[in-house]
């Protein structure tokens, strides 16, 4: 028996079109979000899993919190749109939470690490 259906807690997430010329203004605009708990940028977190870009150009922002309990739950996806929002040839944003794969400490960059002492 073939069955598509993926196996459960496989991670659903999508590659980031790192291809696309609005990529790396894209990734600087999310560099501006903070997480008001810690002293870092959300990207450099490893909060941000997959930036979609379509042809044309509606941003998909999937991302995270360091915790589902985490106080700004309601409001940091908002602050991500508004981040990507006033990007010039960005038609459309759309940023989803999602809780899997879990966010984990190993996600962060080493930039993130070094700023919180973990290196």
Do not use: Q
């Not at 196996?7 to 999508?14: N, Q, R, S, V």
């Not at 980031?16 to 997480?35: F, I, K, N, Q, W």
């Not at 959300?42 to 941003?59: C, W």
């Amino acid at each position: 028996m073939n069955d598509a259906t993926p196996l459960e807690g496989t991670p659903l997430i999508a590659p980031s079109s790192t291809d696309h010329p609005l990529y790396e203004g894209l990734v600087e605009a999310c560099r501006t979000v903070y997480d008001p708990e810690i002293p870092v940028n959300i990207y450099d977190l490893g909060l941000i899993y997959t930036i979609d870009v379509s042809e044309e150009n509606e941003v998909k922002v999937l991302m995270s919190l360091t915790a589902p309990g985490c106080p700004v739950a309601g409001e940091m996806p908002g602050w991500v749109a508004e981040a990507i929002e006033p990007m010039a040839g960005v038609k459309t944003v759309n940023v989803e939470l999602v809780w899997e794969p879990p966010w984990g400490m190993e996600m962060m960059s080493d930039e993130a690490r070094l700023e919180l002492g973990f290196m």
